[in-house]
């Protein structure tokens, strides 16, 4: 079956980097696409990864190992703001977009 | 610019009734899709359009339909609601349809309570 595995839950700290894990399986590979979503509010477009490699773009970046079946967003110099979920969904051979849980963020100052 | 727009913003129903969530873009996308989001759940899609005047079934239609008339509207109709559709809707678009990786963009969601 088709499955995205994320963590629950992350805390992290004003300033500092936090690493968010997301691992795939899906039926074939057309993409993995990262989301951000404040709480009650819609989520929003952050980065695609088709290639391996990582694709930077300001404090947040993203990384793909499609050999791994394995994708991370990386945040840098965490602000408050950056409290959100974090949503993974890879796109399978039909350009179905299959969702992971979302990984809720907290930073403390 | 509204881009994607939701209505309504939040409903309680009796189960048994009918109701149309209503969603209408301003951006000239060419797809369209209804979303659910259940806690501890990833999205899931219950229908999609590539373009006006064509509606595919996505992963959960069971209860649901759509139409989709013109490029700017998307309404999603239940037409006997149950508590299990309790949740929240989101509509979104995209400049592409199923079978390309366009970014989507999602309107603010639909809070929907079933009793």
């Known amino acids: 079956g088709q499955n995205i595995d994320q963590p629950t839950e992350m805390t992290a700290t004003e300033g500092a980097i936090v690493q968010i894990n997301c691992t795939y399986q899906t039926s074939g590979f057309n993409g993995l696409f990262w989301y951000q979503q404040h709480a009650g509010e819609a989520p929003t477009f952050l980065s695609y990864?088709?290639l391996d490699g990582l694709e930077e773009k300001g404090r947040f970046s993203s990384f793909l190992s499609r050999s791994k079946g394995y994708s991370y967003l990386l945040l840098k110099e965490l602000q408050m703001k950056d409290s959100a979920s974090y949503l993974c969904a890879g796109m399978d051979s039909n350009y179905q977009l299959i969702w992971g849980a979302g990984t809720k963020l907290i930073i403390k100052p | 610019i509204a881009g994607i727009t939701q209505a309504p913003t939040s409903q309680i129903l009796a189960a048994g009734r009918r109701m149309t969530l209503r969603c209408t873009q301003d951006m000239r996308h060419n797809a369209m899709y209804w979303y659910r989001q259940d806690l501890g759940l990833g999205l899931r899609l219950i229908h999609y359009s590539n373009t006006a005047g064509t509606t595919g079934k996505g992963e959960v239609p069971d209860g649901y339909s759509v139409s989709r008339a013109n490029t700017d509207d998307f309404p999603l109709t239940l037409a006997s609601a149950v508590p299990s559709q309790t949740s929240v809707y989101f509509c979104?678009?995209?400049?592409?349809?199923?079978?390309?990786?366009?970014?989507?963009?999602f309107g603010e969601g639909s809070r929907l309570t079933v009793l």
């Open positions: 979104a678009s995209s400049d592409s349809g199923q079978g390309d990786t366009g970014e989507l963009f």
């Open positions: 990864n088709v």
